[in-house]
C-alpha cells in the first residue's frame, strides 16, 4: 500500500456527457412544470438578496474550512487559511464531477493537506477529515429532526413526503453511526481494509502490503483516539460546523424571500436534508444533477408552494449551491494543482544546487 495518495481523476468527456442526461431530465420536467410561469417567477428575483445568498453559500464553505481547520492545528499541519479555503471548495468540486458517496472530494481533501504540508502524514490527514466528516453530520441531524417535527405537526404535507423525509433521515443516521463505529472500533476498521484488499488483489494484478497498511491504520486510530480527547477543539470545530450549516441552509430561506415568497426556517430544514442526503449517494449523475432537483421541487410543492415557486426556487438554490461552488471550487483545483507543482520545481531545484556545492 502507497504511503501516499493521489488526487482523484475525472473524466472529462464521461462528466460532460452525464451532465448532459441530467440537463435533459430536468429540461423534460420544466416543460411538464410549465417552464413559461417559471421564467416569470425568476422575472420577480430582487438582485440584492440573491446576492446575500451568494455571500452566504461562500460563508458556508469558509466555515466548514475553519471547523475543519480547528482539527487540523492539532496536528501541527503548516497550511494558511487561505489554502483550507480553497481546499474545501476543491473537495466540491471533486464531489460533485465524481460521484461517489462524496470520498472523492474526501480523498481531495487529504492529497492537498499532505501536499501543502510537505509531509507524509496519511493517517493524521485522514483522522481529520474522518473527524470533520462526523462533527458536520452533528447540526445535520439536529436540522433535519426539527424540520421533521415541523413538517409532522404544523403542515398538510402529504403522507408520502413525510414518509421519504423519514426513511432518508434513518437511512442516513444508520450510515453515520456505522462510520462513526469503523473510525473508532479498531478491529472493525483492519478487518474491512484487509476484505477489500483481499478483493482488489483478486480481481487486479497488484500486491499489497499489508503490513504497511496496518501501521496506516494503527496511526489513523491513535490519531482519532487523541482528537476524542481534545474536548476544546472538538467544541471550537462544531461551533464553526453549525455555522456553515446555518449559512447554507439560509441560502434557500434567503432565495425564497428574493422572490417574495415567505416558507418557514424549519420546512426549509428538512428539504435541504433530503438535497443533501441524494447529493451524496453515488447516482451516476454529478451532483445529483436533475434528481435532486426534481426531488426538491416536488417536496416544496408537496408543502404548499405553487409549482412554478417551488421549480423557481429550486433553480435558484441549486445556481448558487451547485453550479457556483463547483465552478469555483474547478478554478480553486487548478492553483492548488499549480502551486504544489511549483512548489515541487522549487524544492527540486534547491536539492540540485545544493548537491552542486
Request: proline letters at 3%; a positive charge; one cysteine or more.
Amino acid at each position: 500500500m502507497k504511503s501516499e495518495i493521489e488526487l482523484p481523476t475525472i473524466q472529462a468527456k464521461k462528466s460532460i456527457a452525464l451532465i448532459a442526461v441530467g440537463l435533459l431530465a430536468y429540461s423534460l420536467y420544466l416543460y411538464h412544470a410549465g417552464y413559461q410561469d417559471v421564467i416569470e417567477s425568476l422575472k420577480s428575483i430582487k438582485l440584492s438578496l440573491f446576492a446575500l445568498a451568494i455571500l452566504l453559500a461562500l460563508l458556508g464553505v469558509l466555515f466548514d474550512a475553519l471547523a475543519w481547520r480547528s482539527i487540523v492545528l492539532k496536528f501541527d499541519y503548516k497550511v494558511p487559511i487561505r489554502d483550507i479555503f480553497l481546499i474545501y471548495l476543491s473537495c466540491g468540486f471533486m464531489n460533485n464531477l465524481i460521484p461517489s458517496g462524496s470520498f472523492s472530494g474526501e480523498t481531495a481533501r487529504i492529497y492537498f493537506l499532505e501536499k501543502l504540508d510537505g509531509g507524509s502524514r496519511i493517517g493524521q490527514s485522514s483522522a481529520t477529515v474522518a473527524t470533520t466528516r462526523i462533527i458536520t453530520a452533528i447540526p445535520f441531524f439536529l436540522g433535519t429532526a426539527i424540520g421533521l417535527a415541523y413538517l409532522d405537526l404544523a403542515t398538510n404535507a402529504p403522507p408520502w413526503a413525510l414518509a421519504t423525509c423519514y426513511s432518508i433521515a434513518l437511512v442516513l443516521l444508520v450510515l453515520n453511526g456505522t462510520f462513526f463505529a469503523i473510525c473508532f472500533l479498531d478491529d472493525w476498521l483492519e478487518r474491512i481494509a484487509f476484505a477489500i484488499i483481499k478483493y482488489v488483489e483478486m480481481l487486479f494484478p497488484v500486491h499489497i502490503d499489508k503490513s504497511q497498511c496496518s501501521r496506516i491504520l494503527g496511526r489513523f486510530h491513535h490519531s482519532m483516539t487523541l482528537l476524542a480527547e481534545h474536548k476544546k477543539t472538538l467544541f471550537i470545530s462544531t461551533f464553526w460546523a453549525l455555522a456553515a450549516w446555518l449559512c447554507m441552509t439560509m441560502v434557500a430561506v434567503v432565495v425564497f424571500l428574493s422572490m417574495g415568497v415567505f416558507i418557514p426556517l424549519w420546512a426549509v430544514l428538512a428539504v435541504y436534508s433530503v438535497m443533501i442526503f441524494l447529493q451524496m449517494l453515488p447516482i451516476f449523475l454529478p451532483g445529483g444533477l436533475g434528481v435532486v432537483d426534481i426531488v426538491m421541487s416536488t417536496l416544496f410543492t408537496a408543502i404548499g408552494l405553487p409549482v412554478h415557486t417551488a421549480v423557481s426556487s429550486t433553480l435558484l438554490i441549486r445556481l448558487v449551491q451547485l453550479w457556483m461552488l463547483t465552478s469555483l471550487g474547478g478554478v480553486a483545483t487548478a492553483y492548488l494543482v499549480k502551486k504544489i507543482n511549483r512548489e515541487a520545481l522549487i524544492a527540486g531545484a534547491e536539492k540540485r544546487l545544493a548537491k552542486g556545492f
